[in-house]
């Protein structure tokens, strides 16, 4: 079955400890990226990675990074997490760059305390 | 990148059709336009997708007018299901774009009731 992985999918921690949020694609996808989704605001872009190595910032990169390795994996790191990273986040991949088809994990809802 | 606008909600009934339209006045000439819903606590899922004219697939038509600076998503029949936020998306496809920078509007509250 066609999916997107994330890992954790709850996670609740303190100010300043670093995390990592794994998302995990095996459709052989080139394009993946990292959203997060906060009440009002919608899905806004953090990062994006168009293949393997090549990584850019979305609208809302500061306190994250990314890296990719593998095609298949683009974890999200926080290396310092706040309390204003508390979200819902969203990994996708898709076969082609640009608006469609998007491929969405199931989300992970993060809480810095 | 091209900005949207959609209706923060709408409200409908049981099998009546819903259309939601979204405005994207400085869209570039590579840019397609893709609908996605979203249930809550899940991640957004393909709709549709179209660059002009009509598209219409199982769940959905999209209907994109000749200047392409709006476009509007039609689904026929409602159910009490499609209860769910729709949002609209504007990229560019083409391969030799720069970068894959994609800004989701604030997506329009569908409420279907009984």
């Known amino acids: 079955e066609a999916q997107v992985t994330q890992n954790p999918r709850y996670l609740i921690t303190v100010t300043g400890k670093k995390l990592t949020v794994t998302c995990s694609q095996n459709?052989?996808?080139?394009?993946m990226s990292w959203y997060r989704q906060d009440p009002g605001l919608g899905l806004r872009q953090i990062y994006y990675s168009m293949n393997v190595e090549v990584t850019d910032k979305g609208d809302v990169p500061e306190g994250y990074k990314v890296s990719r390795k593998e095609k298949r994996n683009f974890p999200l790191i926080l290396e310092s997490p706040s309390p204003n990273q508390t979200s819902l986040y969203f990994c996708a991949s898709s076969a082609h760059r640009g608006a469609g088809e998007l491929f969405f994990g199931e989300g992970s809802r993060l809480t810095v305390l | 990148l091209a900005k949207t606008t959609q209706p923060i909600s709408m409200d409908s009934y049981e099998g009546q059709e819903v259309n939601i339209t979204c405005s994207h006045n400085n869209i570039a000439t590579n840019d397609y336009i893709t609908w996605y819903q979203q249930f809550p606590s899940q991640g957004p899922r393909f709709i549709i997708q179209g660059y002009k004219t009509k598209v219409t697939n199982e769940v959905a038509s999209l209907f994109i007018p000749a200047d392409r600076k709006s476009s509007t998503l039609s689904l026929p029949r409602v159910s009490l299901s499609d209860t769910a936020v729709y949002y609209c998306l504007v990229g560019d496809n083409s391969p030799k774009a720069a970068g894959n920078k994609l800004t989701f509007g604030g997506g329009t509250r569908v409420l279907v009731k009984p």
């Open positions: 459709m052989n996808h080139e394009y």
